[in-house]
């Protein structure tokens, strides 16, 4: 790079083909400036003219001057001085227009081609295309949309939902008062556009302009010297319709030139919105009558303009153009606006307020049912907050415990909250994203079980709840309460072997197969691997951590980072179930090396379990897993003409009244097989039981048995008197199961001993 780095850029333009010509002028304050001559591509009737129906010459000059900071930041490029203001585009109040070349970050562009050569000559070529773009009046492409009003680099705020904003317009003009909060930084004599900041939000909550003695529309305290927050209004403004009846569609472009309240009622005069804003000023005139305020307030107004065509990336062709202008309402003065139609006014930048429609839109996630969330601990607490910032509702909250110190390592909450219950605490911190969830701090294992209480859990508006417990008498009692009236998705989501594992369970339809029976599906289908190593390792399940002097908590040993990951690939799992849900029950288990932070998932389809009221036991219900009834009719279908079967293995509930089976063993070699009759043999059979015990991570258990009969006939005498021999011989429970041809029949007898 030459030493001169004026003459070396003019260089790098000159190789450009649609700059012709150029010369390194006199600096200006002690900057370097280059003019350049662009031709510019035009159609030819307006080319042999020399200017364009827009006002576009055939040749601009354009003014480069390098910034203080070159080459770490951008040269600026300047048009010249009465080059038309009508475009899109253009920086706003430049006093030389200066064209907006680039979306984003202008240095950020020049900066990414390493090279300055590079930058200056990708600099020329977006100048050029803006040229030639504003010569046929292209800067607008109706294909994509309205270009809204440049409004970059704003010193002040109005952050408010667009939406609401655009809904709040009708057919004729009009206006109405929001609701506000407003945040200045700026001593109380400084005026706007001088040396203040300024940010006001709302939430779009419709309010009266009144005169109370104990009216809090406005207020203002100091936080220190230059720095004041209060309440305040927005006044949304939209058009009169036109004379004959139709919308006002205001179709030129007008760029910002807004400085002082008379500039604001022309601005809005041109617009349509004259007679509405007019009404909203005199009417927070009247408001302040014989009251006075010591500081400065400065309020919102919104102008909502209709363009003929949708705005980009919006599906709504309303614009809206945010201003600011501040009332002092001083003890003897003549109006709220000291300096009259003298008075400053800022145009000022529109944010977006919080939505769950902005939060879907920046999550590229669709909207999503709402969510009951059952246990705040560190799990829920982080599946709750990357919920809410996806933009989802979240309607409940339970937890009946308190946030304690030792909970910070892992929570998503702060320390502000420590002593308060996790639920009531979790409820504040999605309040700052909208959300209002009901709380509920009770007992979870008992509540659950309480039809009234449960709709406090789980609210009508929820499409899904989370269990993230941990709790086997939480999931029992979600079981029990999961009738075909709760409508909610029920899902459980839970991690194991010090966060390298996880599992997330989806009951079915109809809470068909329940928790309870995926967690024991999952117990018997991962027998080995990754998965079965953390599950069933007992170096990875909760041990005593001291968390204060002659005090002790079950915990999982894991760091942040490690839960948060899996948490986070839960959330996400959670929602894609939710975006595409299945009638079936769903396992979905990660598991993550020892020295990696990769994550394997993976997803089981379970269908629902078949069910078989158990004869002889008081309501007990047999819950058949639908591969272990498939596996049970393939064998007895390969033994067509004798009786076969089987020893079963699962999990039982005394509080569900449930006998779960998820697995078989097969009969031993002696047993016996005849047309009339099955004996279950011995050899081996308890050594076979012990084993699957263990390769279970002793979680599974053997329920009992299971024979075939030839014929569709209930048990007989001789199956009962078997059933009461199991209940003699055997630990409870002791299941007898007979499958016939077309149905299955389960029943138990009563020990003799009343122990059964």
């Not at 907006?100 to 090279?115: A, I, N, P, R, S």
């Not at 800067?139 to 952050?159: T, V």
């Not at 989370?466 to 709790?471: D, G, K, L």
Request: proline residues 6%; glycine residues 8%.
């Amino acid at each position: 790079m030459e030493s001169d780095p004026a003459q070396h850029i003019l260089r790098v333009a000159l190789t450009h083909p649609e700059c012709v010509d150029g010369a390194v002028l006199e600096p200006e304050d002690g900057r370097p400036r280059i003019r350049l001559d662009m031709n510019v591509e035009m159609p030819l009737d307006m080319k042999v003219d020399g200017i364009s129906r827009s006002g576009v010459r055939t040749c601009e000059p354009v003014m480069l001057k390098l910034p203080a900071a070159f080459p770490w930041r951008s040269p600026r490029f300047y048009l010249r001085e009465d080059f038309p203001r009508n475009f899109p585009h253009l920086m706003p109040f430049a006093a030389t227009p200066r064209p907006c070349l680039v979306e984003g970050d202008q240095d950020e562009y020049f900066l990414q081609f390493g090279l300055v050569e590079y930058g200056i000559f990708h600099l020329i070529e977006q100048l050029a295309i803006w040229l030639r773009k504003a010569a046929i009046s292209g800067l607008i492409d109706p294909a994509q949309g309205w270009e809204p009003m440049l409004r970059r680099d704003f010193r002040d705020i109005l952050e408010i939902d667009a939406d609401a904003a655009r809904n709040a317009v009708t057919k004729n003009g009009g206006w109405v008062v929001w609701q506000g909060r407003f945040f200045r930084r700026g001593k109380p004599e400084a005026c706007l556009n001088d040396a203040t900041e300024t940010w006001i939000s709302s939430k779009g909550v419709q309010t009266p302009l009144t005169q109370k003695a104990d009216d809090k529309t406005f207020t203002s305290r100091r936080g220190d010297l230059a720095v004041s927050l209060g309440n305040t209004v927005v006044g949304v403004v939209w058009p009169d319709k036109n004379p004959d009846g139709t919308p006002r569609i205001s179709a030129t472009y007008l760029p910002e030139r807004v400085a002082t309240l008379r500039d604001l009622h022309a601005r809005a005069a041109e617009l349509g919105c004259g007679r509405g804003l007019q009404s909203f000023l005199t009417n927070v005139e009247r408001s302040f009558t014989g009251m006075s305020l010591l500081a400065p307030i400065p309020i919102g107004i919104v102008l909502c303009v209709r363009r003929p065509i949708h705005l980009i990336d919006s599906t709504s062709d309303i614009e809206l153009l945010p201003y600011v202008v501040e009332i002092r309402a001083d003890p003897n003065r003549a109006s709220l606006f000291a300096l009259g139609d003298d008075e400053p006014v800022a145009p000022a930048m529109h944010y977006q307020s919080l939505t769950a429609g902005l939060l879907q839109g920046l999550s590229g996630g669709p909207a999503r049912a709402g969510l009951a969330i059952i246990g705040c601990g560190s799990v829920g607490s982080k599946l709750t907050m990357h919920a809410v910032r996806g933009g989802q509702d979240i309607v409940a909250v339970s937890d009946e415990s308190l946030l304690r110190p030792h909970n910070l390592a892992r929570h998503a909450l702060g320390a502000e909250h420590v002593s308060s219950n996790k639920a009531e605490a979790l409820a504040k911190e999605v309040a700052g994203f909208g959300k209002a969830p009901t709380i509920h701090k009770g007992d979870l294992s008992h509540d659950l079980r309480d039809p009234e209480l449960v709709k406090q859990i789980i609210p009508k508006t929820a499409g899904a709840a989370i269990n993230s417990t941990a709790s086997l008498s939480v999931r029992e009692a979600l079981v029990s309460t999961a009738t075909p009236r709760l409508r909610a998705q029920l899902f459980e989501a839970a991690l194991f072997g010090r966060g390298r594992g996880a599992f997330l369970l989806a009951d079915g339809k109809g809470h068909n197969p329940s928790h309870c029976d995926l967690i024991a599906e999952l117990y018997a289908t991962h027998g080995g691997g990754r998965a079965a190593e953390l599950l069933f390792d007992p170096a990875g399940g909760l041990t005593e951590i001291q968390i204060g002097q002659g005090c002790g908590s079950l915990t999982m040993t894991m760091d942040d980072a490690r839960l948060s990951a899996m948490t986070a690939s839960l959330s996400q799992e959670i929602s894609r179930a939710l975006d595409a849900p299945v009638q079936q029950g769903l396992i979905i288990i990660g598991t993550a090396d020892e020295d990696s932070p990769s994550t394997c998932w993976t997803r089981y389809i379970v269908p629902a379990f078949e069910t078989v009221t158990i004869a002889g036991s008081d309501g007990w219900q047999l819950r058949l897993s639908q591969r272990v009834a498939d596996m049970i009719r393939a064998e007895a279908k390969a033994y067509r003409s004798v009786e076969t079967g089987g020893v079963m293995i699962g999990l039982t509930s005394a509080r569900l009244k449930t006998v779960t089976v998820v697995d078989l063993l097969e009969a031993p070699v002696d047993s016996r097989r005849t047309s009339t009759l099955f004996v279950l043999g011995t050899d081996g059979l308890q050594s076979s039981i012990r084993s699957r015990h263990e390769q279970s991570g002793r979680t599974l258990f053997d329920v009992g048995t299971w024979h075939s009969h030839l014929r569709d006939d209930g048990p007989s005498s001789t199956d009962w008197k078997t059933a009461a021999d199991l209940a003699a011989e055997r630990a409870p429970p002791s299941i007898l199961l007979i499958a016939t041809p077309t149905r299955f029949h389960a029943l138990v007898s009563p020990r003799k001993d009343g122990n059964g």
